[in-house]
T-cell receptor
């Protein structure tokens, strides 16, 4: 089977840096994605890592280690608007093409 | 606004009934994905279509079916509804569905309540 683990909640203050970890168990791994979802809203794509290393997009960075089945999302210069749920997701292969499995989500609360 | 539209926004129905959810992908996107999000199950991938053909299947119940039409819009049919089917149903689209760096754009969702 395929499973992902993330911390359920993270709290940080404005201007700080926070790291949200994700560990996964999959077969036929293709890559790790990160999505942001505000309460009542739809998921929004943040980043995708197919290869080991760090991908930077503005204040957000994402890291992947395929050998450790581990990744993280790094949010810098936190703003109040970053308060949301963050999901890691894997694009993995199975007996019927590719599948998309999402983690349980990490709720980030940014305090003033 | 992601460019993905879903109708209806809200749907209230009774157990045993059948409903159809509709999704129009972003202009130019060939792939459509359906997801179910509930409090206890999180975000679950249901099924993916690419240019009218089924591409991948996730945790979709046999009571559920979907299709993608020639104009690329998609419909998700839910039948013999149960209380546990109450959830937020998202549609997403992407350009091709097979590229490594594929971004999925999510629609606003349809909130289904089964009474």
């Amino acid at each position: 089977g395929q499973s992902l683990e993330q911390p359920s909640e993270v709290t940080a203050v404005e201007g700080a840096i926070v790291q949200i970890n994700c560990t996964y168990q999959t077969s036929g791994f293709y890559g790790l994605s990160w999505y942001q979802q505000h309460d009542g809203g739809a998921p929004t794509f943040l980043s995708y890592n197919a290869l080991d290393g760090l991908e930077e997009t503005g204040r957000f960075s994402s890291f992947l280690s395929r050998s450790d089945s581990y990744g993280y999302l790094l949010l810098q210069e936190l703003q109040m608007k970053d308060s949301a749920s963050y999901f890691c997701a894997v694009r993995a292969g199975d007996n019927y093409g590719q599948n998309f499995v999402f983690g349980p989500g990490t709720r980030l609360s940014v305090l003033p | 606004d992601s460019g993905v539209t879903q109708t209806p926004k809200h749907l209230i129905t009774a157990t045993g009934q059948r409903v159809t959810l509709r999704c129009s992908p972003r202009s130019g996107d060939l792939s459509v994905y359906w997801y179910q999000q509930s409090l206890d199950q999180g975000l679950q991938f249901l099924i993916q279509y690419y240019n009218g053909e089924e591409r991948a299947k996730g945790n979709i119940l046999e009571r559920f079916s979907a299709q993608q039409f020639p104009d690329l819009h998609s419909e998700l049919n839910l039948s013999s509804l149960e209380l546990g089917d109450s959830a937020l149903y998202f549609c997403a689209s992407s350009v091709s569905g097979s590229a490594l760096r594929e971004t999925q754009y999510f629609g606003p969702g349809t909130r289904l309540l089964v009474l």
